[in-house]
């Protein structure tokens, strides 16, 4: 069985930072590309970040370029987003999905392109 958790998320002040995790377990995260998703109330789901297996290729929304990393985790299994200089409009529940389509060059912003999904862990920046 398929199952992805992220970890990591929290409530921190504006400036802060925080680093979430996505796990695998029943699936190789190594072989597909990995996103990050982030939904506020009231708000569509937004697509913030994505890395590629065999290329390595990472891409940003502009609302967090600059500021968020994400990379494949040094924890066998798991891709991280570092999260730095957090600000009140990044609260949100936060979600990491596989995609093999992605890999081959879908749009990466789409969540049709992608298939399992974690559950979310929630970040909430505020003074």
């Known amino acids: 069985q398929v199952q992805l958790v992220e970890s990591g998320g929290g409530l921190v002040r504006p400036g802060a930072s925080l680093t979430l995790s996505c796990g695998g377990s029943?699936?190789?995260?190594?072989?597909?590309?990995i996103g990050w998703f982030r939904q506020a109330p009231g708000k569509e789901r937004e697509a913030i970040s994505c890395i590629t297996s065999t290329e390595r290729n990472t891409f940003y929304a502009d609302s967090v370029k600059g500021r968020f990393t994400i990379s494949r985790g040094n924890q066998k299994n798991t891709v991280d987003l570092q999260m730095n200089n957090l600000k009140p409009e990044d609260t949100a529940v936060y979600y990491c999905?596989?995609?093999?389509?992605?890999?081959?060059?879908?749009?990466?912003?789409?969540?049709?392109?992608?298939?399992?999904w974690g559950q979310g862990t929630q970040v909430t920046v505020s003074s």
């Open positions: 999905a596989t995609s093999f389509p992605v890999e081959y060059g879908s749009n990466w912003q789409l969540a049709d392109s992608y298939d399992h």
């Open positions: 029943g699936i190789n995260l190594d072989f597909l590309a």
